[in-house]
Each structure stands twice: as C-alpha cells, then as structure tokens.
DNA sequence: GGCATATTGTTAGTTATGCAACTAATTCGA
DNA sequence: TCGAATTAGTTGCATAACTAACAATATGCC
C-alpha cells in the first residue's frame, strides 16, 4: 500500500480542517456583515440554549463537545454580552443553569437565517442523500473515537 | 420546512465540530503518550514539509488552509524547537523557504505511524467507498465557500 | 454519622485562530 | 523610470482550545 501514511494524512487535515474552517470563517463574516456581534462558538452554545433553556454547563459540555474550561469562558463572555445569565441550580448547588436573555432571544431568529444561508451555499450541488451519509460517517468518527 | 434551521444548525456543529475535535484530541493524546513533543497543528505544518522541503510560508499557507499570522506563528514555535529552519530566499528576498531540520525529519516515521492508526481506529467499520464520498463532500463545501 | 469517591465548575498556563494594520520587497503600467 | 498596486511576512488584540490542578458540593458505602 504506497504512500498510504501520505494519503491519510490528507484524509486527516480534511477531517479536522479544509471544510470547517471555511465554514465557520463564512459564517462568522456573515453574522459581522450583518450587525450580528459574536462569535460562531458562542452561537453554537446559544444554539443549544435556543432548543432548550436553563441546562446546566455540563450538559453544555456534551451539545457542543467541548471541555468544562472552555464552557466555562464561553460563558464569561456570553454573560459580559448580557446574552445569557448564570443561575445557581436549588436542588444541587455545584451546578450553574444557563437561561438565555432577553437580548440573547432576539439573536435567534437572525442568525437561524444566516445559518441556514451560508450553509445552503456550502452545500449547493450536494445531494441530501450525500449529506446523510457524510454525516453519519462523521458521527461514526466521533464515536469511534469518543 | 419544519425546524429546518434546526437540522441545519446541527449539520453545521457537525461540518465544523463533532468528528474534528474528537479525531484531533485522540491524535494528540497519542502522541503525547508515544512522548512525541509537538501539536497535531505543528504536526500538520511538518507533514507538508516531509513531502516537500524548502516551502515559502505562503504555500504552507495554502496546504494547510490558514492564513498567514498563523502559520508565522506556527513556525516561530516550531523554529523555537529547533525543527524547522527560516531561510531567507535568494531570488526574492520577501520570502522565508521553511527547511526541515534533522531533528524535525527523525519526527516524521513515529508520528505517521501514529497518524496511521488513529485514523484506522476512528475509520473502522467505515467501508472505503463512503470515506471516498464524504471526503467529496467536504472538498465540495470548501470549493462552495472559497 | 463520617470518610472516600465522584461530580460540577473555576483558574492558570500554553498554544492556536481570525482580523486589521503594518513593513519591506517586487511588479506593473503610464 | 517612477509611482501605484501587489505580494510576503510580522505584530497587536481579542477569542477560544486543551491540560492540569483546584474548590465546593453531592453521593455512597461502612
């Protein structure tokens, strides 16, 4: 199998890099244009926060995939925007609960607007079958690895 | 279209996030733990490198998909380490050609085995023809977005 | 009840990313 | 040939990622 280390390498930096990195630059240029003032990693915990209000961080953690440091300073900044609020949980202390705000809420009909965009351009000329299955190998990936 | 900005937020956290960071995060754990002392970005920039020597930082640039202050500051790290040489060129004196240095090349056979079977392990039970597709797929965002 | 263990979240330190503004060298056109 | 535009690389600033170590609270077992 020649160059096989070579070929996976590629497979590599296209999983982890070419396709995400131009998506997430096109939508956080998309949202500036627009007047829509953060960040796609903060969109992404709001997008969460939008299905379902007053989760905890961890379970912040597991939606986004991401580790409790980083939760935690997404957080910082969202609540020094005045987007989310930070509520100690009554029946267990140790745990905050995340509620949007009302100047949070008026982020999500926007920026559903600009997702949806930006992502019907990426995928111009894909067949939803494609998209299906290029999703579930990715959760495969994830997964396998998790 | 019910909930379609639903459905098109979590294709996007996909694209951008469930499969990169576990495949990225399990890579590097791996080679931590096989006590090789680099980044998997460092690694990413190197492996260019391997296959050819003497790149300008722009073309580095364009292999690895990032723009110019990152790859500046991904080899002020890898110079500082002593694994890859600024050299200043003689036909246009703007350019820096990036040398891999003997230490950088003994990193190159332990860190694509390592690569080798990360990528198998995130891959299996994954049939070669749907790697094939979704690695279109996602060359196909890009091109949408470039 | 009391102590070991697990869980939730924070802090510190290092690396990386993006954007904007900048310097220096090169190229191109009037 | 000279000045404008382009290209290569760097620096400053803000945000975000991971690891490791930590504090506080809750759980579970004896």
Redesign the interface.
Known sequence: MPN???R??E?????????????????QKNFKQDGVDIT?EQW?VL?HLW?QDGQSQQDLCNA???DKPSITRLLDNLEKQKLVRRVASKEDRRMNLIYVTETGRRLQDPT??L??QT?N??????PQA??E??????????D???
Do not use: M, P, W
Not at 11 to 27: C, D, E, P, Q
């Open positions: 096989n280390q070579f996976r390498g497979l590599y930096s296209f999983i982890t890099g070419v396709a995400s990195t131009a998506l997430a630059r096109r939508l796609i992404s997008y299905k986004t995939f991401r559903h607007e997702a949806n992502l351009e990426a995928l111009e000329g894909v494609d998209i299955l290029c999703k579930a190998v990715l959760q495969r990936v994830y396998n690895l998790k």
